[in-house]
């Protein structure tokens, strides 16, 4: 039988500052998500990681504040950022 959990491993994470994607080693996002303390099966392909700074943008700095957020429609059907999931 076919599970339909969401690969946390797959959740896009974008820098807050550049707007590029930032790319990880396998097996990073799960590892953030459980040291925050983050319930990776409360998560799903609406939401995101997004980084306070990356490599790209601040070359030499190898850490970056991050959350998890889910976004959702607005009602002129735009996408916004709603908030950290619980």
């Not at 896009?12 to 953030?32: F, M």
């Not at 504040?65 to 950290?84: C, E, F, H, I, M």
Request: hydrophobic share 35%; with cysteine.
């Amino acid at each position: 039988m076919a599970s339909n959990r969401f690969d946390p491993e797959l959740l896009y994470v974008e820098c807050a500052k550049c707007g590029q994607p930032v790319l990880w080693s396998p097996g990073d996002t799960t590892r953030i998500l459980a040291w925050a303390g983050i319930d990776a099966t409360t998560l799903d392909e609406k939401c995101m990681i997004v980084s306070e700074g990356c490599p790209a943008c601040q070359p030499g700095q190898h850490s970056f504040s991050t959350q998890v957020v889910r976004l959702r429609k607005s009602q002129a059907g735009r996408a916004q950022k709603a908030g950290a999931p619980n």
